[in-house]
């Protein structure tokens, strides 16, 4: 795998999956940009803007498909990344969801090897949210990385959101580190920071400013 990848939910994918998983029959289509596309932590856009959309299919069982694109960098050659998913969500109790499924994260114009994919369980209790992914498959033979992440989520009103995430990426390789993450919402507009505890300047904080909507 990749030296980002193995050393790092993109929150745009992580908020398309939570839309396909809701029990609610249809198509739903996705379009954001932001200033700095950063995922689990780290910036997968050399610091520099991203746009992205994506398209999901679900049924009222809570079974879901759904496919997201967008611009990257930190690839061999830069190109976009490719995310392909399918899962199944839905309630085992009142105010308690849950989130299964696998996703493959495909880099077409990039090097073979780059190209990996993880099962994921989700799940969450009023505004709390947590998570777990595990790498099924990869071309360069980092079978076994495990990501855990944990946040809380406060509706403020007047369509203002605080968002408070921590996450740890563990590799086979046995290289690991922790990000945390905290974001004010508003509308279809959110100003996040991003910091992870890696070394020199890749643990430095990551601002970015970010726009998404559902159609």
Known sequence: MNM???????????????????????VEANIGATSNYIWRG??????????????????????YVGTWA????????????????????????????YDLGVIAYLYPIGDAE????????NGSFGMFNAGVAYTIDTEAG????????????FDLGNDYGLGLGFGSYDFDSGDEYTHVNASVSKGDFTF?????DQDD???DPRVSVSWGTTF
């Open 4 to 26: 980002i990848k193995t050393t790092v939910l993109s929150l745009a994918v992580a908020t398309a999956m939570a839309a396909a998983g809701q029990a609610v029959a249809g």
């Open 42 to 63: 780290v910036s997968q856009t050399g610091d520099g803007a991203a746009v992205s959309g994506g398209i999901d299919w679900s049924s009222d069982s809570g079974f």
């Open 114 to 121: 780059e190209d990996f994919t993880e099962v994921y369980l």
């Open 201 to 203: 300047a890749a643990g």
């Open 192 to 196: 996040a920071i991003d910091k992870t």
């Open 142 to 153: 980092g079978d076994g990385d495990i990501y855990l992440s944990a946040g809380l989520d």
């Open 70 to 97: 967008s611009n990257v960098t930190w690839t061999t050659t830069p190109g976009y990344e490719l995310d392909v998913y399918a899962g199944f969500g839905g309630e085992v109790a009142d105010g308690v969801g």
